[in-house]
């Protein structure tokens, strides 16, 4: 599976590192976005 990122710089490191730990892939070009609210 692959994400695309749309959150703060604050938490962009530690958010994908736990993604990846999961398989889960970062993606600029992922049609699946997590972003914060």
Excluded: F, T
Aim: net charge negative.
């Amino acid at each position: 599976m692959k994400l695309k990122l749309s959150i703060s710089q604050e938490r962009y490191h530690a958010v994908k590192a736990a993604l990846l730990e999961h398989g889960i892939e970062i993606d600029d070009n992922a049609d699946l976005v997590l972003s914060e609210a």
